[in-house]
């Protein structure tokens, strides 16, 4: 399923040019992947903000006992 209307996204942990292995399996183009994910999302957890800056929380990424707060 794809078109102008349709935004793939994607959970960060697919290996690179994921949609373009298997393809015997899902009965579609390398083409046909190649136009469904053009412009897709792909999203990453992030757990280290190199930058020293606050976030919505008011606290850093540094701050003291941020990361026991975190549920890994």
């Known amino acids: 399923m794809y078109g102008k209307k349709i935004v793939w996204i994607f959970p960060g942990w697919h290996s690179e040019n994921f949609w373009q292995s298997r393809l015997d399996d899902i009965g579609c183009t ?6 469904a994910v053009e412009g897709s999302f792909l999203t990453s957890a992030i757990f280290y ?15 003291d006992g941020i990361w026991s707060k975190c549920a890994f």
């Not at 390398?30 to 136009?35: D, F, G, K, W």
Request: charged share 20%; aromatic share 0%; proline share 5%.
């Open 49 to 63: 903000n190199p930058i020293e800056e606050r976030g919505i929380a008011n606290i850093t990424s540094t701050s």
């Open 30 to 35: 390398a083409e046909q992947m190649n136009a």
